[in-house]
């Protein structure tokens, strides 16, 4: 079975900043889909960025991007110039159902 | 329209009566999906909708009775729960049908339900 581990289950970083999420996953399939998941206080979850398992490109988006790992089975998220509305739970998801990871609270502080 | 609706946001009800969830998307997404979220938890999988049709019934209790009328609304109907029942109700859409790679997930704001 596929599961999905967040190793931090809280961060903390200053506005302006830089920091790493990580995530790790294990599956037997070659093909898959991974992402990187927020979800402030207002509840909603909200696609951050996407990564295709059999693109070797790392996936960017604006101040996000990620580190994917494949033969390591690791997919770590970078927040660079972090602010205050980054604040959220993060969580990293596998594939199709969508197999969440147990979530990492960052905190931004001024 | 880009956004997934669910209503009601807040619910409260006794474990004998009957309600029902909504969840409506206009985006021509192909598959819906319901979320049940404990506080501090991720999300779980509940049921998947492919083109109208229950794709995924991830185990859940009998007591959830999942409906697709069209391919922009779901319902989720709820009958004799219980106090552990109580939690965040996510529904989510996507654009290609379920198994075919992934776009990612549009989610709505969620239902908080709490079972008395």
């Known amino acids: 079975a596929q599961t999905v581990t967040q190793s931090q289950p809280e961060m903390s970083v200053q506005e302006a900043e830089t920091v790493t999420l990580s995530c790790t996953y294990d599956?037997?399939?070659?093909?898959?889909?991974l992402f990187w998941y927020k979800q402030p206080p207002s509840r909603q979850m909200i696609l951050v960025i996407r990564q295709e398992a059999y693109k070797q490109q790392n996936a960017t988006e604006n101040r996000f991007s990620v580190n994917f790992q494949k033969a390591a089975k690791s997919f770590s998220l970078k927040i660079s110039d972090s602010q205050l509305g980054d604040a959220a739970m993060y969580f990293c998801a596998y594939t199709d159902k969508l197999i969440f990871g147990t979530g990492t609270r960052l905190q931004v502080f001024p | 329209d880009t956004e997934v609706t669910q209503t009601p946001k807040h619910l409260v009800m006794g474990m004998t009566n009957k309600k029902s969830l909504k969840c409506e998307q206009h985006?021509?997404?192909?598959?819906m999906y319901w979320y049940k979220q404990k506080a501090k938890k991720p999300p779980e999988l509940m049921f998947v909708y492919s083109y109208e049709k229950l794709s995924i019934n991830e185990s859940v209790p009998s007591r959830f009775s999942p409906e697709c009328p069209n391919s922009s609304l779901l319902n989720l109907h709820l009958h004799a729960l219980q106090p552990e029942d109580s939690a965040l109700y996510l529904c989510a859409s996507s654009q290609e049908r379920f198994g075919r790679g992934s776009y990612g997930y549009t989610f709505g704001s969620g239902t908080r339900l709490t079972v008395v």
């Open positions: 599956t037997s399939e070659s093909d898959y889909y």
């Open positions: 985006m021509g997404h192909r598959a």
